[in-house]
């Protein structure tokens, strides 16, 4: 005879009480690793449950993944706290949340004042088994057409409105913060005078394609599976 299940509760939110906070539905928590010294897991509520007598309660979350966990790994324009909403649920006990935590979107992430330990960025969604990303494409900035990672400071010219790294444009994070001022070596003829000899032609035209972009997801080097 198989065993007979017990009816669940479904819950909209549910107190944990070995943290004293409440989730709800749409949360952003942290979950404890299953491997020692790794960071927590983030995940998404998206159900909570508990059984007939309201205990042994747990939430379906659909999984945050690092990019360091996603099968192409951590690329340069990854900030230190970005997070890949993934298509990977579990079923996990209400008890293995550590805290509450908040995963932003790309542009509120940017306009924050100051990034909490419990702040993390989200921009694209991705598929745990193809390792593709939703968008599959992102633009790019600067001479080295790199993606935008929020932790590196970048300036813009007033003039073409294009973003550059410092260290691109030959200069340091100190000295690009002071710049009350910038123009790019395109937009300022003064300066191109002046480095006439080095410019090379190969910047020149990459202003003209304003929709540069580049392909996510194309690397595969490593792919790490989420145990638990
Ligand atoms: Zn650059
Ligand atoms: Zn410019």
């Not at 017990?6 to 819950?11: E, N, S």
């Not at 927590?40 to 309201?54: K, M």
């Amino acid at each position: 005879m198989p065993k007979q299940k017990a009816p669940r509760k479904q819950l909209k939110s549910y107190k944990l009480k070995h943290i004293n906070r409440t989730v709800q539905e749409g949360d952003a928590v942290l979950m404890r690793s299953s491997e020692p010294g790794k960071p927590s897991y983030v995940a998404r509520v998206e159900a909570i449950e508990t059984d007939a007598r309201g205990s042994n309660a747990r939430v379906r979350v659909r999984w945050y993944y690092r990019p360091e966990e996603s099968i192409g790994g951590r690329r340069q324009f990854h900030g230190a706290k970005e997070l890949f909403l993934s298509d990977h649920y579990d079923f996990q006990s209400a008890d293995t949340i550590e805290g509450k935590c908040k995963v932003h979107s790309f542009s509120s992430y940017t306009k924050l004042d100051s990034v909490g330990n419990d702040d993390f960025f989200c921009r694209f969604e991705y598929n745990s088994t193809t390792g593709a990303f939703i968008p599959d494409r992102v633009a790019v900035f600067c001479k080295c057409e790199m993606p935008y990672n929020p932790d590196d400071l970048m300036v813009q010219c007033e003039d073409c409105s294009e973003w550059f790294h410092p260290s691109c444009i030959g200069t340091s994070i100190e000295e690009a913060k002071k710049l009350d001022h910038f123009y790019c070596e395109e937009c300022s003829p003064e300066e191109h005078e002046f480095h006439n000899s080095k410019t090379t032609s190969k910047n020149s035209d990459a202003k003209v394609n304003t929709k540069r972009s580049l392909e996510v997801g194309k690397t595969r080097n490593k792919h790490t599976k989420r145990s638990g």
